[in-house]
């Protein structure tokens, strides 16, 4: 089967319009990250999770006001897989105390529901803060680790344009997820396993970035005539067929994950899916785009200086 | 790469007919016909193939390896899920070494697979300060409270912060006056930054004689493969796998296991602290309802009791609110206490009131208002039942000062009181006899509190002096608790509390589900990714499903190899690795068929597929790995386990492209001067 083969489409003749969608998705996202912001894990904020087992299924809703009402503790309530629910709540306090309250609460207001704890996660305010410290440090260190591999490799305009491209993509899928959530039935909330989605799909992006850039980087050496737009715009269309193929693949297995995952991995590859997409889209419209605008700048520079 | 692919030369060159390669007749013919495979050897040994062979059969034989015992464990553990009880005692009984043996070098599931308990304690660097000082002051103990909320907040260690705040009040503060230990070398002399590494190397000390006492008490509460590590410079983790009795394990974990003997307070003394107490919350009241709402008259202030006023009194109004059914006194205090004004009781408080009634008394002039040297402790079991089924704790008046610590306790065991109470009874060395007996013989007729991490065990009142070192902690509520202080005891005092800052707990149906959901994605992913392959690159597909299917089998291997931990999110690791590692191949296949397309034969094409390929597969994934570095430094647990099996997965991925599915196509191209459908 063959796909995507000989193609010649013009990316880069079309690039003024990625540029108009790439603005709008990151101006989106970022009026979001400020209006709506995001939804912490406890990772992130400390606090109590608890996941509860029933004989039957009961109204998170329920719970949740049960919950404010009757023991004071404000919390959100998600159905977690079958027969299950995910309590989680800011509330300190002795956790064994805290857990025996929800557990009569749920007991006296669903008398049928028998409820048990299949699984608690407490994480203090000041674990949650060097977790949030590594997270952040995480993220910024992959940027900087690629920024300068990429210049070891190539040269400072393609180690600027892929950051600037994993920064794109990691803003477009922090804003869905401050966008979407409440909205989506599971849980956006940005905890660890999110930031090693993010931290990943850094990975994928970058990995897809370079593959185009090693084209373009093999067409400088070859067809040194060539005008620089017009050599990018063949670079990617030969690499179109792998670009969509591995994305493809990748995409696909991670569909997998989050169909068959389980609750855990819901928002893991929901985030994955998301930066796949965004991250072959920026790789293809972004990326290599950036690139030329920095090489055409810099062409007008020299020209000005000449005179 | 191009020296290895060295035999363009020979190969003869096809033309633009390629025929179509039927996956069954390729592997039936080499398994089938001996000759075959002594052409392959040859061919091999002849080309400069061995090396390649040598090395993919070297690790496939390695995984295998360190595979096997994670096979076998899986099948002993299946073989003793199908035995009941006596035939499983007595296979688990003659087997006992191989199931040891076994389960050790299989991998591990993560906590988040097997279920269990996992626990983040932290050292109390304050505390251990304090521990070190000798005659701590105001000032001192002003600073230590700064210095900790400053590491709270901010970025440095308790121990910086500490010695920077006392040089910013008075930089001309000598440290060493609090902290001489001639032993260490910390004399008078000492400067400040002496200090700072003495305090420094004290934590660390304390940590790693932490844990090891924590290793202890875990190896006696009988735990399969617990694991403590140290995390950081003042964080030990915890894994208890198939633990869900949690409080016992807070409490196994947690306790300091600092046992004191303590004289008590003046039982008159005590009731008039307790009666001036009372009032002062009973005027306190009054007096801030009045000011609050000044039209108010004070009976109708004493029925408000929900009214915003008095902190102290929200406090214990919130924290006893929503369970709270009896009617408010109007006294914030007796709302939570029930004064008695016996002997060395102060009151009784129900569970749920502690926190509010340590509010209350904790405040500066309540404290001024205990007998000199006096302080208020619980009792560490419930003294009595109310209707409801509420447990109420003593508050007893205990003097503060330590008569005699645990430190002079040789031996503790568990024995029974002639009522049948569990007790646990300990005998001193002959210092701390000599010392007991003093005590004891001065203290004829007075209580004495047995208190253990700064709960009051039992109080019993000295009838004779006792001469032998022998004492007992009664009051204990089971044989499993008597057993739990025994073995704290025995482990020895915690250099400085510890305190869980994290801690997780995942139920075995929790685990179950995870697993299978892991199972699920893995095969599910398998097939979906190899189907995609074949449908998309044909022949040239069967081979990089070749590839992948090593690929997932040395990323096995290297985890049983490096004893990682597999979890659910490393599960996911390997399930996206499938999606990715197909990706040197996929960039392969596209240049050879643009190589195809120029009009090369299979052979030059092959070649020139390869190396121009490489240099995007290596910094691709070179950049990918980087990613996994930084994950793995940064994260914990189980995303540390997705970090390992992402890079085991980037290594293995590109051996297996670069060099597998190159073999296979030489062989297939070379050898068997066969075209091989790139779709």
């Known amino acids: ?38 939804e912490v894990g406890i990772d992130f904020q400390g606090g109590m999770s608890f996941v509860i087992e029933t004989d039957q299924p009961i109204p998170v809703g329920d719970v949740r006001s049960e919950l404010a009402d009757q023991i004071g503790i404000e919390s959100e309530v998600k159905t977690y897989g079958q027969d299950a629910i995910l309590i989680r709540t800011a509330a300190e ?84 997820f401050s966008m979407f959530y409440g909205i989506m039935p599971f849980s956006l909330q940005i905890d660890q396993t999110i930031i090693a989605a993010f931290l990943t799909l850094i990975g994928y992006g970058i990995n897809d970035t370079v593959v185009i850039f090693d084209r373009i980087r093999e067409y400088m050496n070859m067809l040194k005539t060539e005008p620089f737009p017009i050599m990018v715009n063949r670079a990617i269309n030969s690499t179109l067929s792998r670009t969509i193929v591995t994305g493809g693949t990748t995409l696909l297995s991670v569909i997998v994950l989050f169909i068959f995952g389980g609750e855990v991995l819901r928002g893991f590859a929901f985030a994955l899916a998301v930066g796949i997409v965004v991250g072959t889209y920026s790789s293809v419209f972004v990326a290599p785009p950036i690139l030329i605008e920095l090489r055409e700048r810099e062409a007008k520079r020299a020209v000005t200086s000449r005179r | 790469m191009g020296a290895i692919a060295s035999d363009t030369e020979s190969a003869p060159r096809y033309g633009h007919h390629r025929f179509l390669l039927c996956f ?75 199931i040891q043996k076994v389960n050790q070098e299989a991998i591990k599931l993560g906590l988040d697979l097997q279920g269990g308990m996992q626990v983040s304690l932290e050292l ?57 230990n001639e032993a260490r070398g910390i004399t008078r002399r000492s400067s400040n930054s002496d200090v700072q590494a003495y305090l420094r190397a004290e934590a ?42 949690a409080e016992r394990v807070r409490r196994l ?67 006893s609110g929503g369970v709270e059914q009896q009617a408010s006194t109007g006294n914030p205090l007796l709302d939570v206490l029930q004064p008695v004004g016996q002997g060395v009781q102060f009151g009784f408080v129900a569970e749920r009131d502690t926190a509010a009634a340590n509010q209350l008394l904790s405040a500066p002039e309540v404290q001024a208002m205990l007998p000199t040297g006096v302080t208020l402790m619980y009792t560490s079991s419930p003294v009595a039942t109310m209707e409801d089924g509420t447990e109420l704790y003593a508050l007893l008046g205990v003097r503060k000062e330590v008569e005699l610590t645990g430190d002079v306790i040789t031996d503790a065991r568990v024995e029974f009181s002639q009522t049948n109470q569990p007790e646990v009874s300990m005998t001193m060395n002959a210092e701390g006899a000599s010392d007991w007996a003093r005590i004891t013989g001065a203290n004829v007729n007075r209580p ?53 800052v994290e801690e997780q707990i995942v139920g075995p149906s929790l685990g179950q589900a995870a697993v299978r959901a892991g199972v699920i994605c893995l095969i599910v992913g398998f097939f979906t990714v190899a189907l995609l392959m ?123 492209a670069l060099v597998l599915s190159r073999l296979v196509f030489d062989y297939m191209v070379a050898e068997r001067r066969m075209a091989v459908n790139f779709g």
């Open chain 2, 24 to 98: 069954p007749t390729f592997p039936g013919r080499l398994s089938s016909e001996p000759w075959e495979v002594h052409r392959l050897v040859t061919l091999i040994i002849m080309k400069g193939q061995g090396f390649k062979i040598f090395l993919i059969a070297f690790f496939v034989v390695l995984s295998g390896w360190y595979l096997y015992p994670t096979v076998r464990s899986y099948f002993i553990n299946q073989r003793l899920n199908s035995l009941e009880g006596e035939a499983r005692v007595e296979y688990e009984r003659e087997n006992f070494q191989t």
């Open chain 1, 93 to 176: 306090g002795d956790i064994t105390e805290v857990q025996e309250q929800i557990l009569q609460t749920i007991q006296t207001a669903f008398p049928d529901s028998n409820p048990t704890v299949a699984g608690t996660d407490i994480v203090g305010p000041r674990f949650a803060e060097d977790l949030e410290r590594g997270a952040v440090y995480s993220v910024i260190g992959s940027l900087l680790v690629i920024f300068v591999y990429i210049l070891i490799r190539f040269e400072w305009r393609f180690g600027f344009a892929s950051v600037a491209a994993l920064f794109h993509d990691v803003l477009i899928t922090l804003g869905l």
């Open chain 2, 253 to 319: 974990l947690r306790g300091t296991a600092r046992l004191e003997f303590h004289l008590m307070a003046d039982p008159g003394e005590l009731q008039r602290s307790l009666q001036r107490i009372v009032e002062h919350y009973q005027t306190a009241e009054a007096d801030t309802t009045a000011r609050g709402a000044a039209a108010q008259d004070l009976a109708t202030a004493d029925t408000s009791a929900a009214a915003p006023g008095d902190t102290a009194f929200n406090v214990g109004d919130i924290v």
């Open chain 2, 448 to 500: 004495i509190a047995i208190v253990l991490d700064n709960l009051v065990y039992s109080y019993p009142t000295v009838i004779n002096r006792i001469p032998n070192g022998r004492s007992s902690i009664t009051g204990l509520e089971s044989q499993q608790e008597a057993q739990d202080v025994v073995t704290i005891l025995k482990s020895g005092a915690l250099p400085a509390p510890m305190e869980i």
């Open chain 2, 124 to 180: 109390r660097v304050d505390a251990l300060i304090r521990e070190l000082a000798t005659d701590p002051d105001q000032t001192f103990e002003e600073v230590l409270a700064a210095a900790h909320e400053e590491a709270r907040l901010g970025n440095q260690s308790i121990v910086d912060a500490f010695v920077a705040e006392f040089e910013r009040r008075d930089p001309n503060v000598r440290l060493s006056r609090y902290f001489r």
């Open chain 2, 534 to 656: 074949v449908l998309y690159y044909r022949t040239a597909g069967l081979v990089a499903n070749l590839a992948l299917f090593t690929t997932i089998f040395l990323i096995f291997g290297v985890l049983a190899a490096f004893n990682a931990t597999l979890t659910l999110p490393g599960i996911a690791g390997i399930v996206l690795t499938m999606g990715m590692a197909v990706d040197a191949n996929v960039l392969i296949y596209e240049r050879v068929r643009e190589e195809l397309a120029t009009g090369k034969s299979m052979k030059a094409a092959i070649d020139a597929g390869y190396s121009k390929a490489f240099s995007a597969i290596f910094d691709g994934n070179i950049t990918t790995f980087f990613v996994g570095v930084i994950l793995y430094s940064f994260g914990v647990g189980p995303i540390q386990g997705f970090a390992v099996t992402l890079m085991a997965g980037i290594l293995v991925s590109m051996f297996c």
């Open chain 1, 1 to 38: 089967m063959r796909l995507f083969e000989h193609t010649n489409f013009d990316f880069v003749g079309n690039r003024h319009k990625a540029y108009i969608l790439s603005a709008v998705l990151m101006i989106a996202s970022l009026i979001s990250l400020v209006v709506r912001g995001v």
């Open chain 2, 204 to 245: 660390d000390e304390a940590v790693n004689r932490a844990i090891e006492i924590i290793r202890q008490r875990v190896d006696r509460f009988g735990v399969t493969e617990p694991s403590i590590q140290k995390q950081g410079t003042r964080r030990v983790v915890v894994e208890l796998p198939g633990v869900d009795d």
